[in-house]
């Protein structure tokens, strides 16, 4: 992306905006990650994939995280959401330390993971049900997650009678009926066409507005991570250590519109900066051979 000359200045934040921010942080913590590494071992020697890892998230944040491919997200959110063990280092959830995967931490991962065997209401009452609870209150809370997602008529459909999109829609509801504290999502939109990726961010945003709950967002997009988050913990590789964390300046409540606007612009440019950092990497570092004729060249 070449930055227009007049680039506004990413830390630059309207007042209302920074008093945004200023009661952001006046929120408790909800998610703390403090010095956290994990070094995998391997055959050509160790992997760090992450190093030193500290943040903060506050109640109700939307944080997205970004960063080249191998910096170690999938890996973050794995320890985060107890899937695997860190090294070194701590996360704690409301002050207290994660052992283990919880229902106070809701996964939403790219890849579609409903069950192929349960309707829609099935999988939406999977985790209720698992942890004990039974009868009609548990039966109407699913219906009201899946209205929220907008399928009620698709209740009793069955995952493959899905759209990717719809399915993904699922997948929230079943991991907001856990009533989960915190919403771990990993590129959630990734394998969606572009339409429904941008239906699925408002989607998402409505929801998060409307409930409790505090998001951590893994993207590779630069438009996703500007157009959902508060801040933007951007990570950088070889090993996995923060860069930087943007507070978006890019007033809320968020539309489409805004994709143009100078915060936008600016904090696109600031991220782009970070994770494509000029002459290294690249296309340009890439020499292939010649395998055609000399003078029959297309540019
Ligand atoms: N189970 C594992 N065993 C060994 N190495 C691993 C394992 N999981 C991840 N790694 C390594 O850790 C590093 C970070 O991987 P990770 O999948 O977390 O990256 P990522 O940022 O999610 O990448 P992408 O953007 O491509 O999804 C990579 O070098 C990867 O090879
Ligand atoms: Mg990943």
Redesign the pocket.
């Known amino acids: 992306m070449t930055p227009p000359t007049d680039i506004l200045d990413y830390r630059t934040q309207s007042p209302e905006v920074s008093a945004r921010f200023s009661k952001l942080k006046e929120r408790p913590v909800v998610l703390s990650v403090k010095n956290l590494t994990?070094i995998?071992?391997?055959q050509n020697g160790d992997?760090?994939?992450?190093n030193s890892i500290d943040f903060e998230v506050y109640r109700r944040e939307f944080m997205c995280v970004i960063?080249?491919?191998?910096?170690?997200?999938?890996?973050?959110?794995?320890i985060l959401a107890g899937l695997?063990s860190e090294t070194s280092g701590a996360v704690l959830l409301d002050g207290n330390p994660v052992a283990g995967p919880g229902p106070d931490r809701g996964m939403v991962f790219q890849s579609y993971t409903l069950f192929p065997w349960l309707t829609v209401k099935q999988n939406v009452l999977f985790g209720p049900k698992m942890a004990g609870q039974k009868g009609a209150t548990v039966e109407s809370e699913a219906r009201q997650w899946i209205e929220m997602v907008g399928l009620s008529k698709f209740e009793n459909s069955y995952p493959h009678q899905l759209s990717g999109g719809m399915k993904q829609r699922v997948a929230i509801a079943r991991a907001l009926a856990n009533r989960p504290r915190i919403l771990l999502m990993?590129?959630p939109f990734g394998a969606l066409d572009a339409q429904t990726r941008c239906q699925m961010q408002s989607y998402l945003l409505k929801i998060w507005k409307n409930l409790d709950i505090t998001i951590l967002f893994?993207t590779?997009d630069l438009d996703e991570a500007t157009y959902l988050s508060d801040r933007i913990l951007v990570?950088k590789?070889?090993p996995?250590e923060v860069d930087e964390i943007i507070e978006v300046p890019v007033p809320r409540p968020r539309t489409v519109d805004q994709f143009v606007s100078p915060e936008f612009i600016a904090t696109k440019h600031r991220i782009d900066e970070l994770i494509h950092p000029k002459n290294k990497g690249g296309d340009d570092e890439l020499h292939f051979p010649r395998m055609t004729k000399e003078g029959d060249d297309v540019e």
């Open positions: 994990k995998f071992p391997s992997v760090t994939a992450l960063g080249p491919s191998g910096c170690g997200k999938s890996t973050l959110i794995r695997e990993d590129e893994i590779h990570l590789a070889n996995g």
